[in-house]
């Protein structure tokens, strides 16, 4: 059975979430790349204040030796003070929240937050460490030989393609 995820209903689900999230000097912060997108699009959308940021978790991560060292495209940008702001972090898929845990860990590089929280477009299950988004638009259960992938397409509307990693 094919999965259809539609990616652009998703994300009105997580806008709605995540403006639940807002609170006075709240920031939000991008997972490169998939959650970058929709922090760039979550921050025109909520209009907040302070400018989003992008986190890259290439610095922190415990799997190099699966993953490779990454691009180097990818470097973080963050472009207020972290110290004592609450951040809400946005990424497009949460799974393993090996991805999460290093950008906690870049965060914490840059100064010491008030809270960080967590919105997701999709929680697809299967983590490896203890981390719980505060808003997920939709949870859903794959096997572990799909991965599922957020794409943008020119206009800026997001798609999402499931492919057969073996
Ligand atoms: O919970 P995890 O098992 O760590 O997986 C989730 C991460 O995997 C993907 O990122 P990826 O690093 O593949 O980069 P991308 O966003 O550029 O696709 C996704 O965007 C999440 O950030
Ligand atoms: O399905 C998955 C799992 C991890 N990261 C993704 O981008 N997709």
Redesign the pocket.
């Known amino acids: 059975m094919s999965l259809h995820l539609d990616a652009e209903a998703l994300y009105t689900e997580l806008l709605a979430g995540v403006r639940g999230l807002i609170v006075p000097d709240v920031v939000l912060v991008g997972?490169?790349?998939?959650?970058a997108w929709l922090a760039e699009r979550l921050q025109r959308d909520l209009g907040l204040a302070t400018p989003h940021g992008v986190i890259s978790?290439t610095m922190h991560r415990d799997d190099f030796g699966s993953?490779g060292l990454g691009s180097t495209t990818?470097a973080t940008n963050l472009p207020f003070s972290v110290d004592g702001r609450p951040i809400v972090l946005i990424?497009?898929?949460?799974?393993?929240?090996?991805?999460?845990r290093a950008v906690i860990n870049e965060l914490f590089d840059f100064g010491r937050p008030a809270s960080v929280q967590l919105a997701v477009l999709v929680d697809r299950g299967?983590r490896q460490l203890p981390i719980q988004p505060a808003f997920a638009a939709a949870r859903l259960t794959l096997p572990a030989t799909q991965q599922l992938?957020?794409d943008r397409d020119d206009a800026g509307r997001f798609r999402f393609t499931v492919q057969e990693t073996r």
Do not use: C, F
């Open positions: 997972v490169w790349s998939g959650g978790s993953r990818d990424d497009d898929v949460l799974y393993t929240g090996r991805t999460i299967g992938a957020l």
